[in-house]
């Protein structure tokens, strides 16, 4: 069974930066496809950024490309977002999630997912 932990949300003001984590434990990390998806309140989920097991390809939303940075660690089975010039938009709950396929911007391809961490950004 595939556990995901996030950690390093917080309160920030818009400009500033965040870096989240997620920890990954019960399955072979370096060959798992790894995505961060957001929710803000009342909105539908929606992804962030993807990163696959081969040759660490990225994908990223139109909406952070530039400002997000997505990676892995695979010896400490760690997945991160770096997060720049934050935007109040960027206000959500942000999810970690596990895929066993081929790099994906589908919420239906992930068949693990974490329990959420705040990310609140003020004006």
């Known amino acids: 069974q595939v556990l995901l932990v996030e950690s390093g949300g917080g309160l920030v003001q818009a400009g500033g930066s965040l870096r989240l984590s997620c920890a990954h434990s019960g399955r072979r990390f370096s060959t798992t496809t790894m995505g961060w998806f957001r929710q803000a309140p009342g909105k539908e989920r929606e992804f962030v950024a993807a990163?696959?097991?081969?040759?660490?390809?990225?994908v990223y939303a139109d909406s952070v490309k530039g400002r997000f940075t997505i990676s892995r660690d695979n010896p400490k089975n760690t997945l991160c977002l770096q997060m720049n010039d934050l935007k109040v938009d960027d206000t959500a709950v942000y999810y970690c999630a596990a895929s066993q396929g081929t790099l994906s911007s589908v919420a239906a391809e992930y068949d693990c997912w974490g329990q959420g961490t705040q990310v609140a950004v003020t004006s």
């Open positions: 990163i696959s097991w081969i040759l660490d390809n990225t």
